[in-house]
């Protein structure tokens, strides 16, 4: 363990590869995080005003429709606060779209209706069929890469496109944000645009046709965000976002209740983070979200580095989180030990769409100022 570089900044080490260190010991991706802080972050120059600006013209342009903006809803902090923001503080009449792939815990449900009750958000429920979404599951613990939450993040994503476009709602009001998530290597978390991947992976491991998995190709994406002019909205980084601040509005406001870890609403994700990165791959996402924390001045670098030599989760949560997995995924404890100890394997031993994604990168540099520029 003391063998390993930590940055003199962050907690960020190199058990992320891409890591490298300038002559005062700080890494690569505090450098980033400060480049997209600059680039990105609103919320100290002028943000709320862009803000209202932007609220405004969504106003405006849903003044015959029964909603001006659509949200996804997970139950977790980010996207409960955002819902928080969008209804109560700035008043738009909102439709929310919750993915269940069948790994809520009792706790994330039930603050979702907390949430849409004490709000009145309109909800729908998409539930992915389980027989399929669990065959594509298991193909990816079997591929042996690290990011096994790909086939949900790209649902979850998919599924507010495409909502947006058969809606006809205009904007997708995001809590993904620079503050709590800008610091994350690629070879721990490869994204979950790329379907290409997905059908991929799936093709190879699976056994079960892929009939009604929300997916969106490369060409979608442009398609819906470019041509159809779908916005995408990370409000988040438009307002001063501190995630203890929020979490005590959300408390205090909505009576939601707090998982004690980042994203553990999901037991496949708790499962994820807690579990299967440690063990199979010695990665550990907290390091990653302390670090953004710590760069954004929310927590000091002591505080993070207490926080990361605690265990992820206790010892009979992660006992049991193992135990459910294998018994929900239908597989055996010998299948479930081999995939822990088949060789590691990245998203590049595998047909993606990485190329075309660099290819088609100023393309997607173009989408992505129209969808997150607020003026
Ligand atoms: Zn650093």
Same mark, same amino acid.
């Given at each position: ?13 190199? /058990?992320?590869?891409?890591?490298? +260190? ?5 890494? =690569? ?14 919320? =100290? ?18 003044? =015959? @429709? ?40 009792? $706790?994330?449900? *039930? ?16 539930? $992915? ?10 193909? +990816? ?10 086939? /949900? #993040?790209?649902?979850?994503? *998919? ?20 503050? /709590? ?12 645009? #790329?379907?290409?991947?997905?059908? @991929? ?44 601040? *929020?979490?005590?509005? $959300? ?29 199979? +791959? ?9 670090? *953004? ?15 990361? =030599? ?38 590049? #031993? ?5 190329a075309m994604w660099k290819r088609f990168n100023n393309v997607i540099k173009i989408a992505r100022k129209r969808i997150t520029r607020v003026d």
């Open positions: 363990m003391s063998d390993i570089k930590i940055c003199s900044r962050c907690v960020m080490d190199e /058990t992320a590869i891409e890591i490298n +260190f300038d002559e005062n010991g700080v890494c =690569n991706f505090c450098h980033h995080y400060d480049d997209v802080l600059v680039k990105e972050i609103f919320s =100290n120059k002028g943000g709320e005003e862009k803000i209202q600006k932007l609220i405004s013209e969504i106003k405006e342009k849903g003044r =015959n @429709s029964k909603y001006d903006c659509l949200i996804g809803l997970s139950g977790g902090v980010d996207s409960s606060y955002v819902a928080y923001l969008v209804r109560k503080k700035y008043g738009l009449r909102v439709f929310a779209v919750h993915l269940d792939n069948g790994w809520n815990t009792e $706790l994330a449900v *039930a603050n979702v209706e907390q949430i849409v009750k004490r709000l009145d958000i309109d909800l729908q429920t998409y539930v $992915l069929d389980w027989k399929e979404f669990r065959d594509i599951q298991l193909s +990816f613990l079997k591929a042996s890469i690290s990011n096994i939450e790909i086939p /949900t #993040d790209h649902a979850i994503w *998919a599924l507010l496109i495409k909502t947006a476009a058969k809606m006809k709602i205009p904007y997708i009001i995001a809590g993904n944000n620079v503050v /709590t998530e800008s610091i994350m290597p690629e070879s721990w978390l490869y994204g979950s645009k #790329d379907s290409k991947l997905i059908k @991929s992976i799936h093709n190879k491991f699976g056994k079960v046709k892929m009939k009604t998995f929300p997916s969106l190709s490369t060409l979608d994406y442009v398609d819906y965000l470019l041509v159809r002019g779908i916005r995408w909205v990370p409000i988040l980084n438009y307002v001063h976002y501190n995630k203890a601040e *929020a979490k005590q509005i $959300l408390i205090e406001e909505l009576g939601w209740r707090d998982y004690g870890g980042k994203h553990y609403e999901s037991i496949f994700t708790r499962f994820f983070h807690a579990y299967y990165l440690p063990v199979k +791959f010695g990665y550990d996402l907290r390091k990653s979200y302390l670090s *953004a924390l710590v760069c954004s001045g929310q927590i000091s670098r002591e505080e993070a580095l207490e926080e990361i =030599n605690k265990p992820p989760a206790s010892k009979e949560v992660l006992d049991n989180d193992r135990e459910y997995v294998i018994k929900k995924l239908g597989i055996t404890e010998l299948e479930f030990d081999q995939i822990l100890q088949s060789p590691n394997k990245t998203y590049m #031993d595998y047909p993606n769409n990485e």
